[in-house]
């Protein structure tokens, strides 16, 4: 029991919040580097209600999926401190919330990864209610001031019921796949923490990989999903995802299609996890309703039964006069208190008793509940309930008269006349956090009404339909989309990503690792990337374009830029490459080194979630832009000046073996382009495939011990002199990939630790060559960017771009301007070796641009959208 100010008599708590230390030393929470048990957590919990005082005072809590806003959360609940949970992320809204209802607590984020809180007053200055728990929106993330009172016993009736059907035990590790401030998100955390189960928090899309690997290391055995998730997880190929310890997978938050719903469950069947469709809102603490997993693939059209301690009743309605037809209406422990829409509001007491849901449903001959309609206009968009009279509202302030729809997975806004689309459509995703591909602007000659003047929704909804559905758009209807004009949005970036990967299907949603980004584009895009935001996010190659938003920073500080570790080090590297072979200076291991960034941005940039095919298609078209350029340049100076043969041309010289013991000229490039072809071949056996998807740390790690069997020649075989350059260094390949993988600082520990200890003796006599390597080793786990400035990192980024390209022409260089003219041998080199790569890349667009083009067009219409178009290189 959290052991707490005792509050005022008559004052309850919630019982899952309080005695969270009934569970002891078992696993509470877990993030991307943290660990609490439950002892642990009610520690926590109990400090901060005895911060937060036994006067009870309304807490505004900005959500977010992290334990700061999980423990305040949970330490107002229990000391019985009304919450106002309000999402972050959105600070007009939450002004809006803040100045509607003046709260006397306000806990947020303080920047440094702490949670304050600031106590606007000591006492309170409303009157509460003694039953009233939590407050939550109506209308998503509008920062509209009608909100949802919900009671201690509303949270804990719910959260028990949700446990009984679902079946949850204290084994079971639940990923927080939604966000705090949303209710079925907050669902998952009430329902796991009263049954002693385990929260794996974070606030990562299960779009990215770093997701998969959080949830696969910690045996996730749940995540919930909205249908835009179930969208999301048909493009990362979770249906190809080894997931061992997945129990089950919920979804609500809007309908899924009935097709979708049975092809699920079907995948669920076939993977041991089952498939829990669910059907609730806000006014109703979470859940109302759930299909049995057993009927899923039967009835997917139905939302199924009452949750345990619900009923339903259908009330007739007179547009819908079929028998047993009616507008939904529940029944149950969990129905909340009432609205409020002002402060004073927060003084009563129970106003309803039953919940009208606003749907039309039909009960089945088999008992199961089937929506077929809606009553009233609230739409969910992506997961979020959305009021369009509320964006109307808004968009009244802004002097647009508009009519707003929910149709599908949109929110069509109905305009009159010709207007800034742009804009509208950029306040409108602003204004209810959606992302601006969910916002449609179509522009009428005239909005259509009804004789009471008001606006005739059903006509609108008719002409908005046509043009979405594809139809040609009439002259009364004109219709914009999120990247129909340029300047404004995430539109820009997507042209960046556009131009920069050669790709006509470039959308809000796409990250640089889903379109196909390998490790010679990642660094003009990174460096590109960093000039248009201002600064670079860790995982930028995994976040949707959307989430990417540019920094706001001092003057003084514009100058100030970060380069990634990457980068600077392929730029630093190939520098003293050719500097040591024209004699220079005698700084070596850039090779070496370069062969272990190989390593880290294949994990990076490959090993995603994606099937196997795609993955081996990406793959190869990376070995093609190492390989091709590489045989290209050695066959045209076979052909000037009969310097190489044919093994070489071929890339097999490490195979067959140099003259005289000499070391290729290209052993670097062999070496990468023979790792790169037998692990896309490994990889692409199912069995290895689900190993690595299962233990992507641990599989890295295993085959750095294997090959170090050939490094240290264990086997007694002469390693180095006898097999190809590809086995002799591979460990320090897979090395690198193990350092991508390792998300933990324990696992970064490890795998520089097994730099150090391997390094040395690699090359007897030369520390400071093994001293480079490891030290630069040390830099890209732990480092992952570097102070800069935007000229270096336009030199940085030209030299790493060019790398490849300046390592297969700088022998010829060398040989032209000598050891007399070293430094203008280097310059020359560099120079060379860039107007090369620059000639390359832009030869290789033009191809299949013109191997493209008469598709591109209609490639780029998609159901209504426009994605960005590609502006022509250079």
Known sequence: MICVPDPHPGISTVAFAADLA?????????????????????????????????????????????????????????????????????????????????????????????????????????????????????????????????????????????????????????????????????????????????????????????????????????????????????????????????????????????????????????????????YGQTEATARMAYLPPGLAESRPQAIGVPVPGGSFRLRPHPDWPEPATGELVYSGPNVMLGYAKAPQDLALGRTIDELRTGDIARLGDDGLYEVIGRHSRFAKILGLRIDPQQVELTLEQHGVTACCLGHDDELVVAVMGETDAQRIRRLVAQTCALPPRAVRVCELAELPRLASGKPDHRAVRELTRAAGDGDAPSAAVRETSAASRPGGGTAELCALYAEILDRTDVTEDATFVGLGGDSLSYVEMSIRLEQAL???????????????????????????????????????????????????????????????????????????????????????????????????????????????????????????????????????????????????????????????????????????????????????????????????????????????????VPRRALVTVAAVATVPGFFPGEPWREALITAGFALLVWIPGLPSTAAFNKLAGVLAGSSLYIYLTHWQLIRLLEDQFAVMALLGALAFGVAYATLATRLARALRTCGGRGGRKDAQRVAGRTIAPARPAG
């Open 22 to 278: 009934a569970f002891g030393d078992r696993t509470a929470v877990i993030t991307a580097d943290a660990r609490l048990t439950y002892s642990e957590l009610a520690k926590r919990v109990e400090a901060t209600a005895r911060a937060l005082g036994s006067e009870r005072r309304l807490v505004l809590l900005v959500g977010g999926n992290d334990i700061g806003a999980l423990v305040v959360y949970l330490a107002a609940l229990a000391a019985g401190h009304p919450v106002l949970l309000v999402p972050g992320g959105n600070p007009a809204a939450l002004r809006s919330l803040i100045d509607a209802y003046d709260p006397d607590v306000v806990a947020s984020p303080t920047g440094d990864g702490e949670w304050g809180l600031d106590e606007r007053r000591a006492v309170s200055t409303h009157s509460l209610h003694p039953d009233l728990a939590l407050l939550l929106s109506t209308s998503g993330s509008t920062g509209s001031p009608k909100l949802v009172r919900l009671s201690h016993d509303n949270l804990q009736s719910n959260a028990e019921s949700i446990a009984r059907y679902l079946a949850i035990r204290e084994d079971d590790r639940a990923a927080t796949t939604l966000p705090l401030h949303y209710c079925y998100g907050l669902s998952v955390v009430n329902s796991h923490l009263l049954r002693g189960a385990g929260l794996i928090l974070t606030g990562l899309s299960v779009a990215d990989t770093c997701f998969w690997d959080l949830f696969r290391d910690n045996r996730g055995t749940t995540f919930a999903g909205v249908p835009y998730t179930f969208d999301l997880l048909d493009r990362v190929g979770f249906a190809s995802m080894e997931l061992p310890a997945l129990r089950y997978v919920t979804q609500a938050g809007g309908r899924l299609s009935p097709d979708r719903v049975a092809r699920f469950a079907a995948l669920g069947r076939r993977d041991g996890w089952d498939l829990y469709v669910m």
């Open 534 to 744: 201002g600064h670079l996010p860790a995982d930028w190659h995994i976040r949707p374009i959307r989430s990417l938003e540019p920094a706001e920073r001092p003057a003084r500080s514009r100058r100030r830029r970060t380069v990634e570790t990457g980068v600077a080090l392929r730029a630093m590297a190939i520098v003293l490459i050719v500097g040591s072979h024209i004699h220079l200076f005698s700084v070596k291991g850039g090779a070496h080194l370069l062969l272990a960034v190989a390593g880290f941005n294949f994990a990076r940039f490959h090993l995603t979630a994606a099937p196997v095919r795609e993955r081996a298609r990406n793959l190869g078209r990376s070995i093609g832009n190492v390989a091709l350029p590489s045989m290209i340049w050695i066959a045209l100076i076979m052909l000037l000046t009969g310097a190489y043969s044919v093994p070489e041309l071929l890339l097999l010289e490490s195979f067959l073996g140099a003259d005289g013991g000499e070391t290729p000229h290209f052993w670097f490039v062999e070496a990468l382009v023979h790792i790169l072809v037998v692990v896309t071949v490994v990889l692409s056996v199912p069995a290895v495939d689900r190993l690595q998807r299962r233990f992507p740390f641990a599989l890295p790690l295993a085959l750095v011990a294997l090959a170090l069997l050939i490094r240290y020649d264990l086997l007694g075989i002469d390693a180095r002199d006898r097999l190809p350059s590809a086995a002799v260094v591979f460990w320090l390949f897979a090395l690198g990939w193990a350092a991508a993988k390792a998300a933990t």
